[in-house]
């Protein structure tokens, strides 16, 4: 069972910048796929990234260039740099860890952003 983590999440004015951290108990994340998703009031939860166990990332179209998913290594937590925040971006951010040999999936708890305008 891998549970996982969420921290760094806040009130934040437009503009600003926050950094979410994924950690994972007892486990390290070599053979994950680590997501980073979130969930607006009234909407579904979307896709924001990922980082795949190879180390290349991807991005929704909606963040590309603002946010930035990294990690130091497979045993340190996964990073979700959040820079030039809108508005837009308030949300339940929710941390995902897929296991690469057979697909299965853990969310976290999430973690809240705020963004004022």
């Known amino acids: 069972q891998v549970q996982l983590v969420e921290s760094g999440g806040g009130l934040v004015q437009a503009g600003g910048s926050l950094r979410l951290s994924c950690a994972a108990s007892g486990r390290t994340f070599s053979n994950y796929d680590m997501g980073w998703y979130r969930q607006a009031p009234g909407k579904e939860r979307e896709f924001v990234g990922r980082y795949w166990s190879g180390g290349s990332t991807s991005y929704a179209g909606s963040v590309k260039g603002r946010f930035t998913i990294s990690r130091d290594n497979a045993k340190n937590p996964v990073y979700l740099q959040m820079n030039s925040l809108k508005p837009e971006d308030t949300a339940i951010y929710y941390c995902?860890?897929?296991?690469?040999?057979?697909?299965?999936?853990?969310w976290g708890q999430g973690t809240q952003v705020t963004v004022s305008s």
């Open positions: 995902n860890a897929r296991l690469v040999s057979t697909g299965h999936t853990y």
